[in-house]
């Protein structure tokens, strides 16, 4: 095991920061969105949703770079390639006049926070190992948690004191300062014994391995199907906050109260995953995510919105559900192919953000004047689901 120059608690915060940036440029940005459309001459407010989204399409897409190649040539270089490609990304945003514009400089922030956000894991994998590790990661999670919680209205603070340029900025500054702190810091935990020579069959090889498991290519399936529909929440809340239900200077407060939910069942998932097991506790998370989305349907199906503590306490549930999804679902995809572990994480988030981004664009394009769409939209993609885990669930039996 290595063995870490500085506490534990300063590298579990240094690590909780360097995916925390992530949270922030998603989060703080999500009050201004129409204010930002407005300033870069959106028409159609549908087309706002495209600013959240399209950062997840650069963090499906980055790893498939950084991943391997910190394996090749160290942890660290990757780090401040990713910060340096995110800083002249956010000041892309910052000088937007188009939608097109905009996209771009957030499709470059989500590459460029790939890496942090990848090279991060790999650095505590480096550094720990087994149950430590797993405490470690469980810290890190705890600390990475609040940022969601905080960063809506620390955004409504900037807008109303300064301008939305200065969310960008907030968040350009934070990654210099990091960058900073990891550059002093931090040691290299890529050990020379443990660098892989980078080979341009390596993504090929991948994907022929990743075939041969059916159980990661179907949990892998739902993980997309999972995080589109949370990404038309995402991509929405602002817009159903602000517009349907007129809640604009409680939007950031609602946003706070919904992470919450999100985070418990995030820290409570460790120790019932030891007690239970993952695939269990997978099977009912979609259960109660499915039945939820489909009890909203049932009861506002041809109505006009319910009022906004209904709708958040199903959000609520909804949201406890997909705490118990997020990790888990990539953990049991990850399980058969351990031994490709770098090349396979970075393929699976590739896969699964290419079945969000279109998932997410097209169900929210839905929601305009009702909420029910979203729900709806939670509703199909968690009965598909559920039916590919359970053809995942008859295969192993088969296979007994």
């Known amino acids: 095991m290595f063995k870490a120059k500085i506490s534990n608690i300063e590298f579990v915060t240094i690590m909780a920061s360097l995916m925390a940036i992530t949270a922030l440029a998603i989060d703080a940005v999500l009050p201004a969105l129409d204010i930002i459309g407005a300033a870069i001459g959106i028409v159609d407010p549908q087309n706002n949703q495209l600013i959240i989204i399209m950062i997840f399409l650069g963090l499906g897409v980055g790893p498939l770079l950084f991943g391997p190649l910190s394996d090749s040539i160290g942890r660290k270089p990757l780090v401040y390639v990713g910060f340096a490609i995110f800083i002249f990304a956010s000041l892309l945003c910052v000088f937007s006049k188009s939608l097109e514009m905009m996209i771009v400089g957030r499709i470059l922030q989500g590459i460029g926070l790939s890496s942090p956000r990848t090279i991060s894991i790999a650095m505590v994998r480096d550094t720990y190992e087994g149950d430590y590790m797993a405490r470690i990661m469980s810290f890190i999670t705890t600390v990475f948690i609040l940022v969601p919680v905080v960063a809506p209205a620390m955004g409504k603070f900037i807008l109303d004191h300064y301008n939305w340029q200065a969310i960008f900025y907030v968040q350009l500054v934070f990654s210099i300062l990091v960058s900073i702190w990891f550059f002093k810091r931090q040691p290299e935990t890529l050990s020379k014994l443990n660098k892989k020579k980078w080979t341009s069959s390596i993504f090929k090889n991948g994907l022929k391995e990743l075939a041969k498991h059916k159980s990661t290519i179907g949990f892998t399936i739902i993980s997309g199907f999972i995080t589109g529909s949370f990404l038309v929440y995402l991509s929405t809340a602002q817009q159903i906050f602000h517009e349907q239900y007129q809640l604009i200077e409680e939007f950031p407060y609602i946003f706070a109260a919904l992470a919450v939910t999100v985070g418990a069942a995030t820290l409570s998932k460790g120790a019932l995953v030891l007690r239970f097991g993952m695939e269990k506790l997978i099977t009912w ?24 503590l209904i709708l958040l306490l199903f959000c609520a549930v909804q949201f406890f559900a997909i705490g118990f999804l997020f990790g888990n679902l990539r953990a049991i995809a990850m399980q058969p192919v351990g031994h490709i572990a770098g090349i396979a994480s970075a393929i699976t988030g590739l896969i699964s953000t290419l079945m969000a981004v279109p998932i997410s664009i097209y169900i929210g394009g839905f929601v305009k004047t009702s909420v029910l769409p979203m729900f709806i939209g939670f509703t199909i993609c968690s009965l598909i689901s559920i039916g590919i885990l359970f053809y995942i669930k008859s295969l192993k039996k088969s296979e007994i």
């Open 285 to 308: 998370a979609l259960i109660l995510y499915f039945l939820t989305s489909l009890l909203y349907v049932f009861f506002f199906y041809q109505t006009s919105n319910p009022s906004a």
